[in-house]
Structures are given as structure tokens and as C-alpha cells.
């Protein structure tokens, strides 16, 4: 979870939760991991999100397969 435009971020819980202090003129934050899609989220006057991410169905045809192995 990161602020827009922005280098403050924070990482969840094993939950989701995340404590992010946010600046004065940011309005909008960033939820995003691997293999989901991210989502945009204006902050104007909410100090609680509920979010649900959606599976980035791109990334599933993404997957590289390295085997390794001796005969």
C-alpha cells in the first residue's frame, strides 16, 4: 500500500492490515500486489478502506516454469 505519486508505503499483516501515515495533500492511495490487480483509492475524509482485490488474469499466463535435475 503506497500513497500516489509517492515513496511512503506501508506492507499488510497477514490480514491486510496496514497503518500508512499519510501527508497533508495526499489524496489518493495505492493497493496493489503480485498477481492481482492494483487499485486506486481517494482517501478525502476516510480513515477505514475495505478492499477487495481482483486476480490479474495477464499475469496467470505469465508463469515461467524452471526445472532443474540430473540423469
Known amino acids: 500500500v503506497r500513497v500516489k505519486d509517492s515513496n511512503v508505503g506501508a ?12 501527508p497533508d495533500n495526499a489524496t489518493t ?3 496493489s500486489s503480485i498477481g492481482y490487480v492494483a487499485q486506486e483509492i481517494n482517501i478525502s475524509g476516510q480513515s477505514v478502506f475495505n478492499v477487495r482485490l481482483a486476480v ?13 535435475g540430473t540423469q
Open 11 to 22: 506492507i499488510t499483516n497477514e490480514s491486510g492490515d496496514f497503518v500508512l501515515n499519510v
Open 29 to 31: 492511495i495505492v493497493v
Open 56 to 68: 490479474d488474469q495477464r499475469q496467470l499466463e505469465e508463469v515461467v516454469f524452471v526445472g532443474y
